[in-house]
């Protein structure tokens, strides 16, 4: 007789090894038919790609190519195959490639999705269209920007980014930033994708803002133009951060007065971004008195400004960075330790004699970045 | 008879390459592809190029690396460098660093030939 401990320890083992067994098999399975798929798809597309090819070079017409790509069965895979082209193409090429995606039934079966699919095929529908920069389609992405399902926010942004009407950036910065959540830089990384046409907007929206911040808010048409930034969620200056930041990474110097305008009230989340912004596009305005900034209470503002003094190299601004090698963060007292490094010879003897002076903290940054610069001491 | 000039067609993207490449061919050039910085910079150095195109998301190495290595090496190689509208900020380095012309994405690939040939000086 087995003791019958043992025989349930036996029984538990047995269930474990097919468990485990029908697991690996699972995996298997599963890997061999992703290879397989994959595999397929690489044919089709090389299959497509000549055929692609041809017809965009006249060699294959429209009615030719669509009676040899049409697939019913294979709309993700078309879609998939076309992607690329759609991001990369412009004029008559991309003109073409929308005339033969609607003539294939690719934009009709979209569009279908877009109305009337489950979750994810509507998620796709969106970045489809909007890819296919169809007008038509933008009445329904904009009515999925107030969904509570994060990625369809995310793809309704994303296809109205590219299917290129500006005109709907506000609607879909609201509802990134209301509706889903983003940090500052996933909904700046999605509305980039509007591309530079944007940027007179965003200032035209922060003049608006500084306008408030000084008072002078009784403007009708201004209040008009703020009506999609009805808050939900988050805070108001949330806004003003992510635009600041996208003029920041398309460089759009002509931002520059406004940002000086909106720095004087800004609340130091906003100073920080704005200092960024700043250093993204390599310059500040010329006339900024960074003085209020390098002594600014918030740690994070004195650093940014520290790094941002670069740009102007005030010379009036170097009895404040020589202080601030004081600073208790160690990156104002780094950053402000480079700026002084950068400030000519001036700057550099400031570092000589502090790395050798009384004061602990001041020395040894001042020490390490005469190091780093391989200056001797 | 006259040879074929070389291009160098560098962009990851594997169907936008192949478009291009197709293109110039059926303009008369020949092309070398590369589908990342390391490939477009063995190539840049090692081939006889006429002109390179030069997309700069690239994996291994971007473009800007790519034109850092070659242009001390090909001061007077001609480079058309290629990159998506939302980071246009990267032309400004590229040109710094001695690209001849840009082109921003999406662009049409007659376009690029146009500038290709003015490059070459051609036209």
Known sequence: MIDPY??????????????????????????????VNKAKFTAKKQEWEGLYLNYLQGDLNLIEIAGLMKDKKRYYWLWRFFSPYLDMLDGSDFDKTKVLCREISLIGHYKQKLEHGKLSEKATAARVLGALRCKESVTGMISLL??????????????????????????????????????????????????????PLMVRFLEGEIEILNGETKDESLEKKKKPFELKTVD??????VMIDLLGFFKYREALPTLQGLMKEADPETIVHILKAFLSIGEMPANIDLKPYLEHRYWVVRNFSARAWRLTGDRKA????????????????????????????????????????????AAAISSYVLRRRGVEL | MTEKQIILVAEDDPG?????????????????????????????????????????????????????????????LPVIVLTVKSRENDLHQALELGANAYMTKPFQPEQLIEKLKQVLGSI
């Open chain 1, 6 to 35: 043992l025989r349930i320890l036996l029984y538990i083992i047995i269930v474990l090894a097919v468990i485990i067994t029908l697991l690996l098999l699972v995996i298997v399975i599963n890997r061999y038919l992703v290879s």
């Open chain 2, 16 to 76: 936008l390459n192949r478009l291009i490449s197709f293109k110039l061919q059926k303009e008369g050039y020949q092309v070398i592809s590369a589908l990342d910085g390391k490939e477009a910079l063995n190539a840049a150095l090692n081939e006889n190029v006429s002109a390179i195109t030069l997309d700069i998301m690239m994996p291994f190495l971007d473009g800007i690396q790519v034109l850092k290595k070659v242009r001390p090496v090909k001061p007077d």
């Open chain 1, 236 to 241: 108001p200056s949330a806004y003003n951060s």
């Open chain 1, 146 to 199: 107030d969904s509570k399902h994060q990625l369809l926010v995310q793809s309704a942004s994303l296809g109205l980014a590219k299917s290129g009407k500006s005109e709907t950036f506000f609607s879909a910065a609201r509802a990134l930033l209301d509706n889903t959540y983003f940090t500052y830089e996933g909904a700046t990384e999605i509305l980039s994708a509007y591309g530079e046409s944007v940027a």
């Open chain 1, 318 to 361: 170097i009895p404040i960075l020589e202080k601030l090698l004081q600073d208790q963060s160690w990156w104002v007292r780094f950053n402000s330790a480079e700026a002084l490094s950068e400030a000519g010879e001036s700057g550099l003897e400031i570092l000589r004699i502090k790395a050798e002076g009384p004061e602990e903290s």
